[in-house]
Nanobody
Framework: QVQLVESGGGSVQAGGSVRLSCAAS????????MGWFRQAPGKEREGVAAIYTGGGSTYYADSVKGRFTISQDNAKNTLYLQMNSLKPEDTAMYYCAADTYASGGYCYLRLYEYNYWGQGTQVTVSS
């Protein structure tokens, strides 16, 4: 079955960096959309970044542009999120997600587009 397993979360001071990983298995990794989403306490889950695994096109929320980088290792079926210049408002549970029905090479940061989700990894940024 499809599995998405996140790792790499933790606690960091403002201005610091964290890299998240998501190991995917159980489906054809290529030519899909993979995304990172986050949910802070009391807030709705929101899209952070996405990548089209077939061509590498990337998409970012305005709030993280220039600070976060989404990337992948197709050979390892692994997705990454490099987070730099972290702010306290980046504190959230971060989720990896897969849109296995994606086609056309364009990815959206809309929750309902993604049909598989990981369990999440916590990132806490202190001021």
């Amino acid at each position: 079955q499809v599995q998405l397993v996140e790792s790499g979360g933790g606690s960091v001071q403002a201005g610091g960096s964290v890299r998240l990983s998501c190991a995917a298995s159980g489906y054809t990794y290529s030519s899909n959309c993979m995304g990172w989403f986050r949910q802070a306490p009391g807030k709705e889950r929101e899209g952070v970044a996405a990548i089209y695994t077939g061509g590498g096109s990337t998409y970012y929320a305005d709030s993280v542009k220039g600070r976060f980088t989404i990337s992948q290792d197709n050979a390892k079926n692994t997705l990454y999120l490099q987070m730099n210049s972290l702010k306290p408002e980046d504190t959230a549970m971060y989720y990896c997600a897969a849109d296995t029905y994606a086609s056309g090479g364009y990815c959206y940061l809309r929750l309902y587009e993604y049909n598989y989700w990981g369990q999440g990894t916590q990132v806490t940024v202190s001021s």
